[in-house]
């Protein structure tokens, strides 16, 4: 499922014109990004004694990168090309423990004031047919140059422990062999993925039960 929240075209800059002032803005917006994790995180151990997250990732995609997705999407390899159409130069990855913490953090994110949702994925709950399983959004925050403010776009995935362990074997064995695996291993994979769902949901379970006998006590 696609949630469209970003209604007209967003206007990034047409100022940007090198590759390094895209590595620049694009690496200021995840240091923003995660320095607001670390401070919710922190927050949330203080009144709830409890941290939703395990660790996070960070990365700007490599140009050879971007270039191979604007080429398969039919677009010339231009850095305006590259601002406008692809979500995914700057990427955050959020570990956490619990499917719940996934939708906890997303909500946590998104009432950031200068935060502004585009779009959302949820692969929790309509899974894609390999199995994968995580929850996307992609948002735009100002980063504040010393002449003007741009709005960049940072991809954000969240997703379990276990949701990231085979998200990430399943994209070792497609890139060996270069998205044409054979039936039986994707079939592999599609049940691991199922397991891998179950587990989440049992260690939910068995975690709200401990809470309760806590509470209780």
Same mark, same amino acid.
């Given at each position: 499922?696609?949630?469209?929240?970003?209604?007209?075209?967003?206007? &990034? =800059?047409?100022?940007?014109?090198?590759?390094?002032?895209?590595?620049?803005? *694009?690496?200021?917006?995840? +240091? /923003?990004?995660?320095?607001?994790?670390?401070?919710?995180?922190?927050?949330?151990?203080?009144?709830?004694?409890?941290?939703?997250?395990?660790?996070?990732?960070?990365?700007?995609?490599?140009?050879?990168?971007?270039?191979?997705?604007?080429?398969?999407?039919?677009?010339?390899?231009?850095?305006?090309?590259?601002?406008?159409?692809?979500?995914?130069?700057?990427?955050?990855?959020?570990?956490?423990?619990?499917?719940?913490?996934?939708?906890?953090?997303?909500?946590? &994110? =998104?009432?950031?004031?200068?935060?502004?949702?585009?779009?959302?994925?949820? *692969?929790?709950?309509?899974? +894609? /047919?390999?199995?994968?399983?995580?929850?996307?959004?992609?948002?735009?925050?100002?980063?504040?140059?010393?002449?003007?403010?741009?709005?960049?776009?940072?991809?954000?995935?969240?997703?379990?422990?276990?949701?990231?362990?085979?998200?990430?074997?399943?994209?070792?064995?497609?890139?060996?062999?270069?998205?044409?695996?054979?039936?039986?291993?994707?079939?592999?994979?599609?049940?691991?993925?199922?397991?891998?769902?179950?587990?989440?949901?049992?260690?939910?379970?068995?975690?709200?039960?401990?809470?309760?006998?806590?509470?209780?006590?």
């Amino acid at each position: 499922m696609e949630l469209d929240l970003s209604g007209n075209d967003i206007k &990034i =800059s047409d100022d940007i014109n090198s590759w390094e002032e895209v590595n620049l803005l *694009y690496n200021a917006a995840l +240091k /923003q990004i995660q320095t607001k994790i670390e401070i919710l995180n922190e927050e949330f151990q203080e009144v709830h004694r409890y941290n939703p997250i395990e660790h996070v990732k960070a990365r700007v995609k490599v140009p050879e990168s971007i270039v191979k997705k604007l080429k398969r999407n039919g677009y010339e390899s231009t850095i305006e090309n590259m601002v406008r159409y692809v979500n995914d130069i700057a990427g955050i990855r959020i570990i956490c423990s619990f499917t719940s913490d996934i939708y906890r953090i997303a909500e946590m &994110i =998104s009432n950031q004031e200068d935060i502004r949702v585009l779009t959302v994925k949820d *692969y929790i709950m309509n899974p +894609k /047919q390999s199995g994968y399983r995580s929850y996307h959004m992609i948002v735009s925050l100002p980063v504040y140059l010393s002449d003007r403010i741009v709005n960049v776009k940072v991809e954000i995935q969240i997703r379990t422990v276990a949701m990231d362990f085979w998200a990430s074997l399943e994209h070792k064995i497609q890139y060996k062999f270069e998205g044409k695996a054979p039936a039986h291993i994707n079939s592999e994979l599609h049940e691991c993925a199922v397991m891998v769902a179950n587990l989440d949901a049992r260690m939910l379970s068995l975690n709200e039960e401990i809470i309760s006998v806590s509470t209780e006590k």
